[in-house]
């Protein structure tokens, strides 16, 4: 029998084999039988979860990761990209998943600082050992617990997916972001006060240096922040000078401080210390002092904790005289909150 006889009927003998046992598994639903790959699976991303609703997933993101896991929670793989290619609209391709349903957790941040305190770890997970419980975000900080850096801006979401084994399957998840950035200014309150910006420390005590794969608090999270900006600026303007009252106000203490992903319950406190007298110049709750800004288009539909998760970046405006806030109102981006009307404790 020639060598191409012989090639042919083998290859009839092992599609006829096929035939059958895909028949038996089809008649007798055998749990032995191949499972079915899911083909094309992919998935975009979406941030919209901001205060103006728009996308700005290609804005804010360089760099994204998908974890993957099975029905029961196990690690299954993890998948990674980044580039300038990131932009909205951008699809990841995940290896081929048996047909079945999964759960994924994305995590994408931007790349702007190296500086590996500027960054959240991740655990390696072991496929088939690991759960997603496992998966946690640690915000690095210093030996003294001390956040003083700029941080990557850092998103996260989650989705539960079921793969069919259609030829192609995109799904899209919904990122929220875990990062915030908070600019205080410290002016003059009364002609002929002048400020200098070695005389005051500005502190968030906060618990929110350890997230879980949703982004909520896990573990000891305490974690203390302080600025990775602070100067005293000077108006140089000729004219056209800033006035509170009858007083004029050239100059003004600003420090910038990032943080993880605030939670209202937590209740972290932003601490502004005169460190000629150690005296705390203020002591406030700063996630209800945040929210109280809320007061906006939205403030009917959104919670504190909603608001807290779409407002990324805060400027907290105060009068100060020495140890004592003179005026009866403060400034949080561009809303003036009267101090007559709330408590800061």
């Known amino acids: 029998m020639k060598r191409s006889q012989k090639v042919g009927m083998w290859s009839m003998l092992v599609a006829a084999f096929w035939v059958l046992l895909c028949t038996s598994c ?14 094309g699976v992919k998935v975009n991303f979406r941030y919209t979860y901001n205060i103006v ?52 957790v994305a995590w994408a941040k931007s790349m702007d600082y190296d500086d590996e305190l500027s960054e959240f770890s991740f655990p390696d997970l ?32 989650t989705l539960d997916v079921e793969v069919t084994g259609a030829e192609e399957e995109v799904f899209t998840i919904d990122m929220m ?20 910006q070695e005389d005051y420390s500005f502190v968030i005590d906060g618990k929110n240096g350890w997230l879980d794969y949703k982004a909520d608090p ?18 140089e303007t000729v004219v056209g000078k800033s006035r509170v009252g009858d007083a004029e106000i050239d100059h003004a203490v600003v420090a910038e401080l990032n943080t993880s992903r605030m939670m209202a ?51 907290v405006t105060f009068f100060v005289d020495g140890d004592t806030f003179l005026q009866n109102y403060i400034i949080v981006n561009g809303w003036v909150v009267s101090l007559e009307d709330v408590s800061l404790g």
């Open 26 to 39: 089809i008649r007798e639903d055998r749990d032995d039988c191949p499972a079915t790959v899911g083909h």
């Open 53 to 104: 609703e728009n996308d700005a997933f290609g804005k804010e993101a360089e760099n994204v990761r998908v974890w993957i896991f099975d029905e029961e929670g196990k690690f299954v793989s993890m998948q990674e990209d980044e580039g300038d290619h990131i932009v909205n609209g951008y699809t990841l391709a995940l290896p081929s998943l048996s047909v079945g349903k999964y759960k994924l």
């Open 126 to 157: 072991i496929a088939g050992q690991s759960t997603v419980s496992d998966l946690t975000a640690y915000l690095n900080r210093d030996e003294d617990n001390v956040c003083s850096t700029r941080l990557n801006g850092l998103l996260s979401g």
């Open 177 to 196: 972001k875990c990062t915030n950035t908070l600019r205080v200014i410290l002016m003059p309150a009364r002609a002929g006060q002048t400020l200098y």
């Open 218 to 235: 896990y573990g000891q999270g305490e974690v203390t922040y302080k600025p990775y900006y602070q100067e005293l600026l000077q108006d």
């Open 265 to 315: 319950e937590q209740g972290p406190r932003l601490r502004i210390v005169n460190n000629r007298t150690g005296k705390d110049v203020l002591d406030i709750n700063l996630t209800w002092f945040l929210s109280l800004q809320a007061v906006g288009e939205h403030r009917a539909e959104w919670d504190d904790q909603e608001y807290l998760d779409r407002q990324d970046t805060y400027a």
